[in-house]
Structures are given as structure tokens and as C-alpha cells.
């Protein structure tokens, strides 16, 4: 079955300092792989998607994740956060042979200082 | 954002009481799913739909029960509520390039 792993529970931040939020998944076969931000009381929204291609993919708000394949990661970075990041922020994975179901992380709360 | 609406955005209840919450599409997506997320836990699937009639069980499948009569609606369905229940139910639709998950904007369920 497939797992996907957050081991950052709680990260804090200051401003303009850089993001790092790791996520590795265990999956047999070939995948995709997603990065979903929850800002406080608001639904999931995605941050970006990898699907195949150029293993650096960059998404909404100056965010980007590397897919590294022998590592099983998909780390999410910023290189420079703002408070406005402050949300929770969830790794998810699927097999792309129609494989309908999306397995989740627990997920990393992000909490910046202004 | 997708065209996903919940109702009732929240609801209070009590245990024993029999739930049902509706996911609506204006998408017309194949794919549509319910999670409920936990502190700790993340998001974790009930039940998915492939298609009218077409249902199937996710990892936290027991006492929910869901239906789908037709391709804008899915229903979840707590039989008798129990206050392990308590959560907060988010609906998904699959579709457009890669096929990519959209949420609905969730619904939270307290079972007193």
C-alpha cells in the first residue's frame, strides 16, 4: 500500500527566512505527487503537481518542490516566506496508472513570526 | 475555484442520530470522493465514486455509507452518528489535467 511521510509536525519561521518541508512516499510503481495548502478555516488548495517531466516544479506564490525518484522525496521549498504562508501543508501521492485513490501526510502546520 | 459546494457547512448532532451530507458538482467529473481530516491524521478517505452507481470504500470506510444517483450529487451517509465522528468532511472532485483533486470547502460535524 502506499504511505507518504511529513516529518515536520510544526515548523516556525521568521519572515524573508527559506522553507524547506520534506515529504518521502512509498509507492511500487510510478507516481504522482502533490502539495496542498489549508490556510486556517479555508479548504485544500493545490500548491502544485508533478507529473512526469522536469523533476523541479514550480506552483503558485513562489513555491517549488524537487521530485528526487532514488530518494523517494518530494521536498516543498520557498526561499523566502511570508507571515501570509502561515497555513497547514499537506504532501499527497498517487500511482498514474488510473490509480483513483490520493493517500495523504499527516501533514506540516507552518506558523511564521512576523 | 472548482465548482464544488458542501451543505450544511456545519451541523451539530447527537449520537445515534442519522447524518447525511451532500457534495454538489458543477463539473460534471467522473471522479468524486469524501474525506474527513483529523488532527493527525491529515485527510483520510471514506468512499469514492467512479461514476453514477459506482461506489467504492476507502481506508475509513465503517459507519459510513454513501450514494450517488446522480453525477452533480454524492451523499454521505452516517448511519447513526457516534461522537468518533466528530470531524470535519471534505468532498473532492477528480479531473482536468492530470487529474487533479479539487475540494469543496468542508463540512464541519459535531456529534454530541
Known amino acids: 500500500a502506499q504511505s507518504v511521510s511529513q516529518h515536520n509536525h510544526h515548523v516556525i519561521l521568521s519572515e524573508a527566512a527559506s522553507l524547506e518541508l520534506g515529504c518521502n512516499y512509498s509507492y511500487g510503481g510510478t507516481v504522482n505527487l502533490f502539495w496542498y495548502v489549508q490556510y486556517p478555516g479555508q479548504h485544500l488548495q493545490l500548491l502544485l503537481k508533478?507529473?512526469?517531466?522536469?523533476?523541479l516544479v514550480k506552483g503558485i506564490k513562489g513555491f517549488e518542490a524537487e521530485f528526487i525518484k532514488s530518494k523517494f522525496s518530494f521536498n516543498l521549498r520557498k526561499p523566502s516566506v511570508q507571515w501570509s504562508d502561515t497555513a497547514e501543508y499537506f504532501c499527497?501521492?498517487?500511482?498514474?496508472?488510473?490509480?483513483?485513490?490520493?493517500?495523504f501526510g499527516t501533514g506540516t502546520r507552518l506558523t511564521i513570526i512576523p | 475555484d472548482a465548482g464544488i459546494t458542501q451543505s450544511p457547512r456545519h451541523k451539530v448532532t447527537e449520537t445515534g442520530t442519522p447524518v447525511t451530507l451532500r457534495c454538489h458538482q458543477t463539473e460534471n467529473h467522473r471522479y468524486m470522493y469524501w474525506y474527513r481530516q483529523d488532527p493527525g491524521h491529515g485527510l483520510r478517505l471514506i468512499h469514492y465514486s467512479y461514476g453514477v452507481k459506482d461506489t467504492d470504500k476507502g481506508e475509513v470506510s465503517d459507519g459510513y455509507s454513501v450514494s450517488r444517483s446522480k453525477t452533480e450529487d454524492f451523499l454521505l451517509t452516517l448511519e447513526s452518528a457516534t461522537s468518533s465522528q466528530t470531524s470535519v468532511y471534505f468532498c473532492?472532485?477528480?479531473?482536468?489535467?492530470?487529474?487533479?483533486?479539487?475540494f469543496g470547502p468542508g463540512t464541519r460535524l459535531l456529534v454530541l
Open positions: 508533478y507529473f512526469s517531466g522536469d523533476p
Open positions: 499527497a501521492v498517487n500511482g498514474n496508472f488510473g490509480n483513483e485513490k490520493l493517500t
Open positions: 473532492a472532485i477528480r479531473g482536468g489535467v492530470g487529474e487533479t483533486q479539487y
